[in-house]
């Protein structure tokens, strides 16, 4: 996808630019939370909505201790991230128990949002989890929708209680009583789609509600849904006083952005997601998957998470320590190198970075190198790699036999060290922080 | 129907909120990089893309280089121009008789009672119709289908639940075809544009009607609900690349959303809008003008 290549490109940029720097300011956040604001904007979150966000996200971003392995724009990719997974979390896949059976759950949405097959969905899922559930059709305006929900209902094995055209506060305290005779412990009440701004349609929910006792009331929002997420979800929450939501069609390519702003505005939980067409096509929501959907960004943050795994908190501490002491040794570059193999190695690496672009010099990761690298440190004695000022040139010669490389290689390392070195020494007068040093 | 029609009624929510933000907007006095920001912001949250948006804003700033930019009018005049003039890169083809028109989508965006409606509006025009349920997949869509064709009285072609959409196809187009009907209005199942084998079998639904009705005009036209945010364009483009699509039906403008996309959809993929839906009743529902449009929106 075009857009998500964009996205990938643009992030790419702000990688190579907040790299060069090394430091998370103000100013960078802000750079940084531009593209940000672009990548929640296409993927459907309402402006308002990301504009109190970023604003929020940045406040927080300002003055945080960047982790050692990232650099500033992962460390802020990473804190937006979080803080999306906050927003929208924690999902929450159980619907509410009446004390007094029946459990009676409300149906609501805009038209086409996806109802009468949720329906459905719900009702299979309570089966499976021993529930006696009925269904009831209440949506008595749109052609064959009743015809509809009586094929789902019987998909679903589940009976479906109907009356025809008459008004749905009567048909659903007549379900409801029907449930208590025939001893189903949960009623599911299918409901006509409707306009937000229909007053006529949405008193006649409000009569539902006030017909019989409403356990849940789940919004169905079609995940494709832009702007209006919000006036539709806000409306429908001051009206009816909403208990859930569900998102469907996120089977399809959008980035779901109406999740966030619906999240922002009522506070419901987000029930659970629609995937497909088949009854079984119904899943938990996870706010972590939401998230990187949203952002468009999935590898990005795996990228991170790994770099995270791979170094350790306390490794991170002693490599501080080390440079503060200016006692790092060519074991600690050894380390560093091994870390590096851990995520995967820097082919590995390179491909999860959006775009692939990402301004390291192509002779700096050569894995081959690596490899090298390692068998020459390997090669060496102990003492050596603690003062690699004791290496004469008859021990060179030892361990590029060794190694299996050549003395000038064992130069170039040495060389290199050098240099790792004397960069942390000017870094010792910063904060600290350090990425890889590559 | 006025000079503003049901279109500029639909959008009047719309207008009042966008306009209300612009006075405000004016009144702030000062024209510099915020006024534009918060331009934007208005199209943004009116669903026209970040990229749009930013183009359009930026043929406003160059326009308005050396005048007075204080001047309400005069900007809203200007955003009118470029906003029609984007709809009007992409014209509506004529309609030639006698013609097919196979209505495509994703699942819920209004596709079947859009052919009801359509099917009101060939009639209204003194031509005869045949509806195809070539729908065989949703539980219950035939008999909704039927329900529609009953009320525009209109013929209808239908097989079982299940049967084999380009079968019904089949049978549509021949027997129009034999009896000399003027429209084929074609109803497809909800398909996400992302499930490549529900493409293919458009694709083969597609090429029935290119066979055995060569002489008629063949449209596809694409169903858009205008609650749809950016994915919109994410689903016109594979659709054009499925079908290659004619036209646009937007859906759904009753409500609040403002399908701003559609000056994405003319602007970039050169796909005319048609028809816009206002309501659910049989005649809620307009050819597109993009006048009246923009209009309406702003």
Known sequence: MALFASLSERLNHIFSKLTKRGKLT???????????????????????VAKQFIADVSEKAVGQEVLQSLNPAQQVIKIVNDELIALMGPGNAKLEVAPKPPTVIMMCGLQGAGKTTLCGKLALLLKKQGKKPLLVACDIYRPAAIEQLKVVGQRADTEVFEKGTQTPAKTSRQAVE??????????????????????????????IEKAVSVTEILLTVDAMTGQDAVTVAETFNARLGVTGVILTKLDGDTRGGACLSIKAVTGKPIKFIGVGEKLTDLEPFYPDRMASRILGMGDVLSLIEKAQEAVTEQQAKDLERKMRENSFTLTDYLD???????????????????????????????????????A??????????????????????RIALGSGTTVQEINQLLKQFDQTKLLMKQMKSGKGRMRLPF | MGLFGKIRDALKKTKDSVALKMRQLFLKDKIGEAFYDELEEILISADVSVRTAEDVIDQVREEAIGQKLKDEEFVTDLLKDILEDTLNEAPVPELQYPCVIMFVGVNGVGKTTTIGKVANWFVRQGKSVTIAAADTFRAAAIDQLEIWANR???????????????????????SAKARGTDVVLIDTAGRLHVKENLMKELQKMDRVVTREYPEAQFLKYLVLDATTGQNAMSQAKIFDEAVELDG??????????????????????????????????????ERFDAEQFVEGFL
């Open chain 1, 26 to 48: 103000e100013l960078e956040i802000r750079t940084a939370m531009r593209e940000v604001r672009i990548a929640l904007l296409e993927a459907d979150v309402n402006i308002k």
């Open chain 1, 178 to 207: 029907y449930a208590l005779r025939m001893g189903y412990d949960t009623v599911i009440i299918d409901t006509a789609g409707r306009l937000h701004i229909d007053d006529a349609l949405m008193k006649e929910l409000e009569e």
């Open chain 1, 336 to 374: 560093q190198f091994e870390a590096l193999k851990k995520m995967g190695g820097a082919s590995a690496l390179m491909s999860m970075l959006p775009g692939s672009k990402l301004k390291i010099k192509e002779g700096d990761l050569d894995e081959k190198r690596i490899e090298r690298t390692r």
């Open chain 1, 376 to 397: 020459i440190i390997l090669s060496m004695t102990p003492k050596e790699r603690d003062n690699p000022q004791i290496i004469n040139s008859s021990r060179k010669r």
């Open chain 2, 152 to 174: 525009a009285k209109v013929r209808i072609v239908k097989h079982e639940d299940g049967s084999d959409p380009a079968a019904v196809i089949f049978d549509a187009v021949s």
């Open chain 2, 248 to 285: 646009i039906v937007l859906t759904k403008l009753d409500g609040t959303a403002k399908g701003g996309f559609v000056f994405s959809l003319c602007g970039e993929l050169k796909i005319p809008v048609v028809f816009v839906g206002v309501g659910e009743k049989i005649d809620d529902l």
